[in-house]
């Protein structure tokens, strides 16, 4: 059974930083493409980002709004994906999901998600 | 980028009713067009991929067409479970969301 468990998250004030990490379980991590999605509250859905497997060389892709202030990265051998944030905004607030692309393909259709983490940026 | 709009934001159904929900994309997507279901307080669900195809164990009540640049998802018979926010999202290049449709009582 596929798992995905997000931590990390809590509240940290405006400019502040914070690692979101994302425990993967139940399939081949290292075979995978992995994204994260986020959700402001009572907002929709907005994708954050998205990182290829080692293999295919890492690729990593941003959605604009979070370019240059957060990074993705994965460890294989933990089977862990991790989302690094710097420069926390009050528009960062949000529940943070990661999630599989389905067939382990770098086309981003999101089969499994994870419970979510909640990050509140505020003083 | 490209701009996901979905129509309506919000609609009032009842069990048994048809209900269907349009996502439209500013350019041609091909056919790269997602439909995922979520309900309050859960994480979204993958539903209809690649525009017509339904995911692995969802209901067959549920169904997806179209391509370029014009979308339809449908539920035939609505369920009480199936009232939740459907979004569609693309990833022609990036991905992209829609806004979400509410269907409720």
């Known amino acids: 059974e596929v798992q995905l468990v997000e931590s990390g998250g809590g509240l940290v004030r405006p400019g502040g930083s914070l690692r979101l990490s994302c425990a993967a379980s139940?399939?081949?991590?290292?075979?995978?493409?992995m994204s994260w999605v986020r959700q402001a509250p009572g907002k929709g859905l907005e994708w954050v980002g998205r990182?290829?497997?080692?293999?295919?060389?890492?690729?990593?892709d941003y959605a604009a709004p979070v370019q240059g202030r957060f990074t993705i990265s994965r460890d294989d051998s933990k089977n862990t994906l991790y989302l690094q944030m710097k420069s926390l905004r009050s528009e960062d607030t949000a529940v943070y999901y990661c999630t599989t692309h389905r067939g382990y393909s770098w086309g981003s259709v999101f089969d499994y998600w994870g419970q979510g983490t909640l990050v509140t940026v505020s003083s | 980028d490209i701009q996901m709009t979905q129509s309506p934001s919000s609609l009032s159904a009842s069990v048994g009713d048809r209900v269907t929900i349009t996502c439209q994309a500013s350019q041609d997507i091909r056919n790269y067009l997602n439909w995922y279901q979520q309900r309050p307080g859960k994480a979204p669900k993958l539903l209809i991929y690649d525009a017509s195809n339904l995911e692995t164990g969802v209901p067959s009540r549920f169904s997806g067409s179209g391509s370029g640049t014009h979308f339809t998802f449908t539920i035939s018979s609505l369920q009480p479970e199936d009232f939740a926010t459907y979004y569609c999202q693309e990833y022609d290049s990036l991905p992209f969301f829609g806004p979400g449709t509410k269907v409720d009582i």
């Open positions: 139940g399939f081949i991590f290292s075979d995978a493409s």
């Open positions: 990182i290829k497997t080692t293999t295919d060389g890492g690729t990593i």
